[in-house]
């Protein structure tokens, strides 16, 4: 199965993960009848300085032209604000990639990881974000002037149920009970028509629970009991807020994956960490994330579960036997990016080869 792979590996710690994401796809085709090509497709900051553009044509067209498209970070430190950054905004609009799919699952070896209290974590962390992502906010209508400034918040019909939709049959492939919708109802008319539609289409779903929770009581609840959630969809504004505050229930943001999906279309896999420039070049940047995304994308662009769940276990076997600096524990070693890539490389191997 041949599949076209554009990689951006953008600014910062950027180039390092994405090494050790293609590090895990190329065990792959060594092992199963996949078999990818990798074509660059730069953007970002590094990119900005050199061609005054995040996000050259011919990389969108790369993009456009691709499979999958594996992504590392973007943003400097000597950037503006949003220089870098905007050419993932671009590539989200221009590929109209609705879904932003952020599962945030706490491994019980890192279970020490987790800030919260054992109590807190009870059973086990074990959430998936469904963020809309091209709505909302993030549509950029809106104007910059001195004495006053405004952004638009404007939610379609066809918007919302098209990412409410993805969110029931998500959890109904993953055999989720619930669903939890998290709005602002009581005072945003975006998330009055988000309620309602989520209501309207949970009744296609009669064998999942639904609940609504505002979006400020919902930042209580995720802290005091995570592990009551399990398919959470929200706008685009409060799932980027409350992604993050997810990410770091797993031990580190390092660990956190994401895919920016249209299903049946390109769609675009990235860890949810930043650029990192303080830790860039070191080596020691924790390349999970990363690889959590590209089992993203077995999982959801090539319909390819079983090679997610072993990614999925490679990664765990993994991290009891070794672990980058953000995890470290005192009884492990502790590994550079490299050699955390290399550990997971060889326990996806030994499980592929038989
Ligand atoms: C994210 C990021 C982006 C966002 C930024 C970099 C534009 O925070 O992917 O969550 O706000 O969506
Ligand atoms: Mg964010």
């Not at 590090?23 to 300085?49: H, R």
Request: net charge negative; glycine share 10%; hydrophobic share 40%.
């Amino acid at each position: 199965m041949k599949k076209i792979i554009a990689i951006t590996r953008g600014d910062g710690c950027g180039p390092e993960v994405v090494n050790e994401g293609i590090k895990i796809l190329k065990i792959v085709s060594d092992f199963t009848d996949y078999d990818f090509e990798f074509k660059d497709a730069p953007a970002g900051g590094e990119v900005w300085k050199v061609f005054g553009t995040n996000l050259p044509e011919k990389s969108f067209d790369i993009i456009k032209n691709s499979d999958a498209l594996l992504f590392g970070a973007i943003g400097l430190p000597d950037l503006s604000p949003g220089v870098a950054e905007s050419a993932i905004m671009k590539i989200r609009q221009g590929l109209d990639l609705y879904v932003n799919l952020r599962p945030v699952k706490l491994y019980d070896v890192l279970r020490e990881k987790c800030p919260l209290k054992s109590e807190f974590i009870g059973k086990g962390i074990d959430i998936t974000f469904v963020r809309e992502n091209t709505e909302g906010l993030y549509k950029n209508i809106g104007k910059l002037g001195e004495a006053s400034a405004e952004d638009l918040m404007l939610y379609s019909r066809d918007g919302c149920e098209r990412i409410i939709k993805f969110a029931f049959e998500f959890a109904k492939r993953q055999d989720h009970k619930i669903v939890t919708s998290v709005d602002k109802a009581n005072i945003l008319n975006t998330s009055k028509l988000w309620r309602k539609i989520f209501h309207e289409i949970s009744g296609n779903y009669s064998n999942i629970k639904t609940e609504d929770i505002y979006i400020d009581a919902f930042t209580q609840w995720l802290i005091r009991a995570p592990h009551r959630f399990q398919t959470v969809v929200t706008g685009n504004m409060f799932g980027d807020i409350i992604s993050d505050e997810g990410a770091f229930l797993i031990g580190s943001l390092g660990m956190g994956s994401s895919g920016n999906i249209h299903p049946g279309k390109v769609s675009m896999y990235e860890p949810i960490h930043g650029s990192a420039p303080d830790i860039a070049g070191k080596g020691i940047a924790n390349p999970i994330g990363t690889i959590l995304s590209v089992k993203l994308m077995f999982e959801e662009s090539f319909n390819s579960s079983e090679i997610g769940r072993n990614i999925d276990n490679a990664v765990e076997a993994a991290l009891q036997e070794g672990r980058t600096l953000d995890i470290q524990s005192k009884s492990l070693k502790t590994l550079s990016t490299i050699e955390m890539g290399d550990l997971i490389a060889s326990k996806l191997k030994s499980t592929l080869k038989v």
